[in-house]
């Protein structure tokens, strides 16, 4: 220590240093945090974009969908089924033992992965 300074001057240099080293770690910490920002969000929008788009084709896609029509049976007694890839809101017209007869395909699904075809003719 040299003869000229006093004890508690070297302890605020120290102090100085210290605070120096402080905000040079805090000024270099928000600018890694304020590049990587950007980056993240933009990588956000992506995961999002991607999965706004996988709905969209999901719910496009034409699957093959079973379609029971209400109030309708076969000579058996049983449920008359309907096989499509057409797409709810569709009407299609079959013939159901009384002549032929408009449906309306739905997407309301029941508990066996079956879908709802609704009448028209018979609410007129």
Same mark, same amino acid.
């Given at each position: 220590? &040299?003869?000229?300074?006093?004890?508690?001057?070297?302890? %605020?240099?120290?102090? *100085?240093?210290?605070?120096?080293?402080? =905000?040079?770690?805090?000024?270099?910490?928000? =600018?890694?945090? *304020?590049?990587?920002?950007?980056?993240?969000?933009?990588?956000?929008?992506?995961?999002?974009?991607?999965?706004?788009?996988?709905?969209?084709?999901?719910?496009?896609?034409?699957? %093959?969908?079973?379609?029971? %029509?209400?109030? =309708? #049976?076969?000579?058996?007694?049983?449920?008359?089924?309907?096989?499509?890839?057409?797409?709810?809101?569709?009407?299609?017209?079959?013939?159901?033992?009384?002549?032929?007869?408009?449906?309306?395909?739905?997407? #309301?699904?029941? &508990?066996?992965?079956?879908?709802?075809?609704?009448?028209?003719?018979?609410?007129?």
């Amino acid at each position: 220590m &040299p003869p000229h300074t006093a004890p508690g001057d070297v302890q %605020l240099g120290w102090a *100085r240093v210290a605070l120096n080293e402080h =905000s040079d770690v805090t000024e270099i910490a928000v =600018s890694i945090l *304020r590049d990587a920002v950007p980056e993240f969000l933009g990588g956000h929008a992506v995961v999002l974009v991607l999965a706004v788009l996988g709905w969209y084709v999901k719910r496009r896609r034409n699957t %093959l969908r079973r379609y029971i %029509l209400l109030n =309708s #049976v076969d000579a058996d007694g049983n449920p008359v089924l309907h096989v499509t890839t057409r797409r709810p809101g569709t009407i299609i017209t079959r013939d159901v033992g009384r002549g032929p007869e408009r449906f309306e395909l739905t997407d #309301v699904e029941l &508990p066996d992965g079956t879908y709802v075809a609704e009448p028209i003719d018979r609410y007129v």
